[in-house]
């Protein structure tokens, strides 16, 4: 890259979605390739088990923190891309490789950043904001091309392409600890039953929010598959998975400002999307995901294909859900 100050340089914000289409349109990587290396690392990702014989575990059914997905996704995409293009694209081996190191031109390597928590944003840790001060500390070039994924649950919910600067990364408060979780997703939530049938779970709540406390023994599990509240009221554990949130961090965390997210990063298209929980919408809280629900919509797709009447407030928000995911031609 000859632009050694950054390819947004001295550019006005105007122009930053003209500079993102130029570098995405020489890069080697297309969107196309992106969806289907992710979709195949995040449905590995869940196939995966942990131990052997007897004893193995699927990951789905472990408490497996949010960042540690990420890394599991990481290193599944990286694995991927190399094995379908074994001359071009590897995964990290050094602290100053990106996470997809393209072989045949280093400035077009990309890296990945996950994120578990609520809504559509991505964080970098303390340091993005701290190397700012200190380049010499840096372990590795912040400024270049990223992939960005979100998630909820098993649920991927949307991926990025594009290029952030170092100084894009700002230091901001991260969201304050409570003892609800701060994701939301598509599934009812259990808990274990308090009674001397330890292998019954009693469904919590039939909304859609992480908002339970904490129970004697700790465990929390969301169902695997639907289950109609009319038709069903209790379910073994078998039908079930352990769930772990995504602990907020404390003190800061780096950010991106809006305009990173609508000039510099690309959304990828895809049916994907659709699977999206409808609390990702914007003006669906607690109370409009209940309402939501009780007419059996739950995911973003379901909204898009609901042909009953609606509510004006639920209409509104179907239309700008149309608007938001078009699907793609």
């Given at each position: 890259?000859?632009?050694?100050?950054?390819?947004?340089?001295?550019?006005?914000?105007?122009?930053?979605?003209?500079?993102?289409?130029?570098?995405?349109?020489?890069?080697?990587?297309?969107?196309?390739?992106?969806?289907?290396?992710?979709?195949?690392?995040?449905?590995?990702?869940?196939?995966?088990?942990?131990?052997?014989?007897?004893?193995?575990?699927?990951?789905?059914?472990?408490?497996?923190?949010?960042?540690?997905?990420?890394?599991?996704?990481?290193?599944?995409?990286?694995?991927?891309?190399?094995?379908?293009?074994?001359?071009?694209?590897?995964?990290?081996?050094?602290?100053?490789?990106?996470?997809?190191?393209?072989?045949?031109?280093?400035?077009?390597?990309?890296?990945i950043k996950c994120s578990?928590?609520?809504?559509?944003?991505?964080?970098?840790?303390?340091?993005?904001?701290?190397?700012?001060?200190?380049?010499?500390?840096?372990?590795?070039?912040?400024?270049?091309?990223?992939?960005?994924?979100?998630?909820?649950?098993?649920?991927?919910?949307?991926?990025?392409?594009?290029?952030?600067?170092?100084?894009?990364?700002?230091?901001?408060?991260?969201?304050?600890?409570?003892?609800?979780?701060?994701?939301?997703?598509?599934?009812?939530?259990?808990?274990?039953?308090?009674?001397?049938?330890?292998?019954?779970?009693?469904?919590?709540?039939?909304?859609?929010?992480?908002?339970?406390?904490?129970?004697?023994?700790?465990?929390?599990?969301?169902?695997?598959?639907?289950?109609?509240?009319?038709?069903?009221?209790?379910?073994?554990?078998?039908?079930?998975?352990?769930?772990?949130?995504?602990?907020?961090?404390?003190?800061?965390?780096?950010?991106?400002?809006?305009?990173?997210?609508?000039?510099?990063?690309?959304?990828?298209?895809?049916?994907?999307?659709?699977?999206?929980?409808?609390?990702?919408?914007?003006?669906?809280?607690?109370r409009t995901a209940s309402?939501?629900?009780?007419?059996?919509?739950?995911?973003?797709?379901?909204?898009?294909?609901?042909?009953?009447?609606?509510?004006?407030?639920?209409?509104?928000?179907?239309?700008?859900?149309?608007?938001?995911?078009q699907p793609t031609t």
């Open positions: 890259m000859n632009e050694a100050k950054g390819p947004y340089h001295g550019k006005p914000e105007s122009q930053w979605a003209k500079v993102t289409h130029r570098l995405l349109a020489r890069h080697p990587l297309k969107p196309e390739t992106i969806l289907e290396v992710a979709t195949v690392a995040w449905n590995d990702l869940w196939a995966t088990t942990v131990g052997a014989g007897r004893a193995k575990v699927r990951l789905a059914d472990l408490a497996v923190p949010a960042t540690v997905v990420g890394y599991f996704f990481e290193v599944l995409f990286a694995k991927e891309l190399e094995v379908r293009y074994p001359s071009q694209w590897r995964g990290h081996l050094t602290k100053d490789d990106k996470d997809l190191v393209y072989v045949p031109d280093v400035a077009m390597s990309v890296e578990g928590q609520a809504g559509l944003k991505v964080f970098g840790n303390r340091s993005y904001g701290q190397e700012l001060r200190n380049q010499a500390s840096a372990k590795k070039e912040k400024s270049g091309y990223y992939i960005t994924m979100n998630f909820v649950g098993t649920t991927m919910t949307l991926l990025r392409f594009g290029w952030i600067d170092a100084q894009d990364w700002a230091l901001c408060r991260s969201p304050k600890r409570t003892g609800v979780c701060s994701a939301k997703v598509s599934h009812y939530l259990v808990r274990k039953m308090l009674g001397t049938d330890g292998h019954c779970v009693r469904t919590r709540t039939a909304c859609r929010e992480f908002s339970v406390s904490a129970t004697p023994g700790g465990a929390v599990y969301a169902l695997k598959q639907r289950v109609t509240l009319s038709d069903k009221k209790w379910v073994t554990l078998s039908e079930c998975q352990r769930w772990a949130p995504q602990a907020s961090q404390t003190g800061q965390m780096a950010g991106l400002s809006n305009a990173v997210y609508t000039h510099k990063l690309v959304v990828i298209p895809g049916d994907y999307r659709r699977n999206a929980p409808v609390s990702l919408l914007q003006g669906v809280g607690d309402e939501l629900d009780s007419l059996g919509i739950r995911t973003v797709g379901e909204l898009l294909s609901f042909e009953g009447p609606l509510p004006p407030k639920l209409e509104r928000i179907k239309v700008t859900a149309i608007v938001a995911y």
